[in-house]
């Protein structure tokens, strides 16, 4: 990711961008990424399959988006994850131009040009903002990690490889086989 000159930049600024601009706002950064290479939708969508799925025979009326999706958290944070959750219950509070406020559950998969901030900076605003879940796949060595939130911190409640299952715990009976979001 490319870091624009400016030193620091607000939601106000990160208005005046282009519709699908290439940025994300993280920590009054304007941070730009250039797009994912094909890996990387392949398990974006693998994803979008398996969560709409779930939320059909759950009869679950939260809401699944995928990036370009902007979530503000505050002033100098507006994400774009990958894939976001809201539940039912929080849907209109949280909904309006863009996502305003925390989402229940984000993916992040990560790239070369994503990690640094997915791992860190992010996942710290995530946490700090009450994500209630958040999964962390890694397509390199195809694994993935799931933090929940307890006591305003994330912990890590599992990590599973290629062939293995990643069972959500904010959403009972989500699971994701691994060899199949990653083949």
């Given at each position: 990711?490319?870091?624009?000159?400016?030193?620091?930049?607000?939601?106000?600024?990160?208005?005046?961008?282009?519709?699908?601009?290439?940025?994300?706002?993280?920590?009054?950064?304007?941070?730009?990424?250039?797009?994912?290479?094909?890996?990387?939708?392949?398990?974006?969508?693998?994803?979008?399959?398996r969560i709409?799925?779930?939320?059909?025979?759950?009869?679950?009326?939260?809401?699944?988006?995928?990036?370009?999706?902007?979530?503000?958290?505050?002033?100098?944070?507006?994400?774009?994850?990958?894939?976001?959750?809201?539940?039912?219950?929080?849907?209109?509070?949280?909904?309006?131009?863009?996502?305003?406020?925390?989402?229940?559950?984000?993916?992040?998969?990560?790239?070369?040009?994503?990690?640094?901030?997915?791992?860190?900076?992010?996942?710290d605003i995530?946490?700090?903002?009450?994500?209630?879940?958040?999964?962390?796949?890694?397509?390199?060595?195809?694994?993935?990690?799931?933090?929940?939130?307890?006591?305003?911190?994330?912990?890590?409640?599992?990590?599973?490889?290629?062939?293995?299952?990643?069972?959500?715990?904010?959403?009972?009976?989500?699971?994701?086989?691994?060899?199949?979001?990653?083949?």
């Open positions: 990711m490319l870091t624009a000159e400016k030193k620091k930049y607000t939601d106000k600024d990160y208005a005046l961008l282009d519709e699908g601009a290439p940025f994300q706002l993280i920590n009054f950064d304007l941070i730009m990424s250039p797009s994912p290479v094909p890996l990387h939708q392949f398990i974006l969508i693998n994803l979008c399959v709409k799925e779930y939320l059909s025979s759950a009869q679950n009326e939260g809401v699944l988006l995928v990036a370009p999706m902007d979530v503000e958290l505050d002033e100098g944070n507006i994400f774009q994850p990958d894939l976001l959750y809201i539940s039912g219950d929080r849907k209109a509070n949280l909904i309006k131009d863009r996502i305003e406020g925390a989402p229940d559950l984000i993916i992040e998969i990560l790239s070369p040009s994503t990690a640094y901030y997915d791992l860190r900076q992010k996942k995530y946490e700090k903002y009450g994500v209630q879940e958040y999964i962390i796949v890694d397509p390199i060595p195809q694994d993935a990690e799931l933090y929940v939130l307890e006591n305003d911190r994330f912990v890590l409640r599992q990590k599973a490889s290629k062939h293995e299952v990643l069972n959500s715990v904010l959403l009972p009976g989500l699971d994701f086989e691994l060899s199949k979001i990653f083949g």
